[in-house]
C-alpha cells in the first residue's frame, strides 16, 4: 500500500497545495499525455454516432428504457449539473474544510479530459475509471453502469482500484493528491466486487448524500444510467422549450425525478 495511506491519511491531507498540484499534474511526458487526450475528447464530444452506439449497447443490456435525443442529453446533463453534482459537492467540501475550486484544479490537472463530460458518454473506459477513482463519489453505480457499455469495463475497473491500494497504479500519485478519504479506495474495491456479484446491491453514498434529504432524492435519480436517461427523457426535445426550461427552472423539479430504487 501507498506510503501516504500507511500514515493513515491521504497525501491530499499531509502535503502542501504546490507539492499537490505538482502531483496532479505529472512529469512533462505524462502532461503531454493528458494534453493530447484532453484534445482528443474535445474533438469527440461532437461525435454523435459514437454516443448513440454506446447508448443502444446500454439499452440492449436493459439499463435504459428509451433513448434521449442529443439536446434532451444536453439539457439533462447540465440539470444534473447544477442541480446535484456541483451543489453537493460543494457541500462536501465545505464540510471538509476543503478549497472545492482548488479541488477542481487538482481534478482539472489529474486529467482534464474527464472535466468536460459530465455523464460520461463522451468518455473512454479509462477515463470513467479514472474519474471514480480521483473523486469520493455521491453514488458510483451510475458511472459502473456506464463501463458495462464497454467489454470487461467493470472487471477493469476492479483491477485498476487494486492496484491504486498496492501503489502500483500509473496514477498512484496523481490520485492521491487529490482523494481525501484515505478508506475510499478499499470501500470502492469492495463496492465494485460487491456490484459484480449483485446489480442490485446497496449503493456506496458519500456521506452528505446518505444524510441529506435533498441530495439523497436527487441521487435517486441521477445515481443510476436507467434513473438519469428517464429524467433526461423529460426534458424538451427542441432548443426553444429548451431555452426556456434552462431560464425558469431555478431549483430541481421533483415531478420530474425518479425516486425508483437506486440500481434500479
Known sequence: MGEAASKGGTERLTEVPWVLVKHAMGSPKELREKVKKFVIALWLYGRNERVE?????????????????????????IDM???????????????????????????????????????????SRDAIIGHVMQVVHANPIYDFQLLESFEGGLEEME??????????????????????????????????QAYRQNHRVDPLLRENVANNPRFFRMQQTFG???????????????????????????????????????GS
Open 53 to 77: 452506439e454506446r447508448l443502444q449497447r446500454l439499452r440492449r443490456l436493459g439499463f435504459i428504457d428509451e433513448v434521449p435525443t442529443r439536446t434532451q442529453r444536453i439539457l439533462g446533463a
Open 81 to 123: 449539473l447544477r442541480f446535484f453534482i456541483v451543489p453537493a459537492a460543494s457541500d462536501y467540501y465545505d464540510h471538509k474544510g476543503i478549497s472545492f475550486r482548488f479541488h477542481t484544479l487538482l481534478r482539472f490537472l489529474d486529467d482534464p479530459a474527464s472535466i468536460i463530460d459530465p455523464t460520461g458518454f463522451n468518455s
Open 159 to 192: 483491477e485498476q482500484v487494486k492496484q491504486v491500494l498496492l501503489g502500483t497504479h500509473p496514477r498512484t500519485e496523481s490520485i492521491l493528491a487529490i482523494v481525501e478519504d484515505p478508506t475510499y479506495h478499499a470501500r470502492l474495491l469492495r463496492h465494485v
Open 224 to 262: 443510476t444510467v436507467p434513473n438519469a436517461m428517464r429524467y433526461f427523457s423529460k426534458m424538451p426535445s427542441n432548443w426553444r422549450e429548451g431555452l426556456r426550461h434552462l431560464a425558469t427552472i431555478r431549483e430541481f423539479p421533483e415531478k420530474l425525478g425518479v425516486t425508483a430504487t437506486p
